[in-house]
């Protein structure tokens, strides 16, 4: 055996180990594995899609939720109390995160652990940060691929955290079952600002911070929200969604947020809801992924990086039609082979 | 000769005919060349191509004005006024239109020529209903594609009509050199209803109806939105987007419009804006096209029509990765010559 094949071997016999352990439950081998996922290396990406075909019957059985809220609204706090809670009654809790900013920065909402200590140290807990890098539909694949790793790791709690800035909800809606919104008094004010078209994404709002002499205003805010949820369609056929107030310092409402959500669970398992927006949220990733890849493959092609720049000079400088352009390009294209 | 190569023949005469009337300003031949580009047949697009290539170097010496508003702020009595007064200064006037709703009900904003029926009996005019069946991709495409052919074919002012209701606003903006927006009195109202962004389009916005008890209402509302725009990013780098008021019914600021309009082409000529915006346009276009045509392709040929069923029956049935599913089809799709 040669040392190329060797190598190559011993990597193959690292992936078998890692799935193996993975399914175990181990942690160091899913923050591997997750590694893999968020790589961008062509031999990584063989290797994630080898792990995961290997778990992927091992996936899905968890309750994914969502959670958003604007800067300030406390969702790191909110995290660390619910999570503590989930462990406290037996649940392991993964906390992934999609951020759009890193995508453009590479900065991380979860990039600093110390904002969930408590949780990060937790053994039935996992915290990883919003994979750094890429376009905003790359973090979408990672963290989708991710929440099915932490499944198969045997994670029953997934939450996805996302900055409430308008871009990511959508994304994360359909990732999720669940998708929880936190806030802070003032409805009116707040609406005013969150971008139109969020509150139809929302299954539960919880009205954060209420607590001392912030509680009358929480509850009032809530019941506003309540009244404007009145006249909206819900996210989730069938499910009625609902304002209430929590208070993540000083740990009321947490334990009733969950209720909501195991609530939410049985009932959209007994109407099979649960089970038709999984599929049409894998069917379709699956259409968004195919047109992503087969662009990739088509920018990427040595043909196009050739032909690209020359067809982009008759466009300007000869004055070729749009039209004309775009069918010379993509004839070569498919001629590529010939 | 066979008749089939005569009747080929025949119709490459028909087509040479066409695109030399067309340069003529033959307004029977423009309607024709426009029916070319809006088909969806194959052949058809041949022609098109074929008579674009061939006019392509008559194009571009207009000016692109868009023109949007809600319904019931009076388009078409606008157009048909500010078309008028531009014919009767010796201008050439064409107008397009860019209608979201077509695309999915057949319907058209400008279906019914009745509604500008002097406009549409003037030697100068030519008018073109909204392209109907399709995306609004391809409502994008033809109307753009008819832009230059009403070029070619001499007119000088080319006004793209659309329903100012949000999803068509952007793609006009892409493909006009000046964004017109009619309002009616009630600045505050109408911004509430008014799609986040759309202000952000505009180089002019005319508050119409500004006559009888109306007009003390239409001036403190072009004041409002003075105000207003006095905060928000120019749509145009360099130009200021004011608020004014017209009566298309009395022709009061109909003029006073078009000197905004021709003050805007000679400041952004002189500051290369318009040649800057134009040739960015052009980039654009070209751009999403060739995405649009890749998966045109992609979709429509055979070997991914076999594949797809299968490929989409492993993703429920079997539980295969997504990242692998969409790898999967790519390959046979990559392979489909070999």
Known sequence: MNNKKKLIRTKEEN?????KQLLHGNRAALAKAITLVESNAERHF??????LQNVIDRTGNSIRIGISGVPGAGKSTFIEAFGLYLCSIGKKVAVLAVDPSSSKSG???LGDKTRMEELAKHPQAFIRPSPSGGTLGGVNRKTRESILLCEAAGYDVILVETVGVGQSEGIVRDMVDFFLLLVLTGAGDELQGMKKGIMELIDLILVNKADGENLRNANRTA????QI?????PATPGWQTKAKTCSAINGTGIMEAWEV???FAQNTKDSDQFEKRRSEQKQQWFFASLKDELERRFFQHSTIKTQLPIVKKKLDQENMPVS???KELLDQYDRREE
């Open 15 to 19: 992936v078998e180990q890692l799935y």
């Open 46 to 51: 063989t290797q994630s899609q080898h792990i």
């Open 107 to 109: 900065g991380s909402i």
């Open 223 to 226: 019941r506003e929200y309540n």
């Open 229 to 233: 949820l009145h006249f909206l369609q």
């Open 261 to 263: 959500i195991t609530q």
């Open 324 to 326: 004309t352009a775009v």
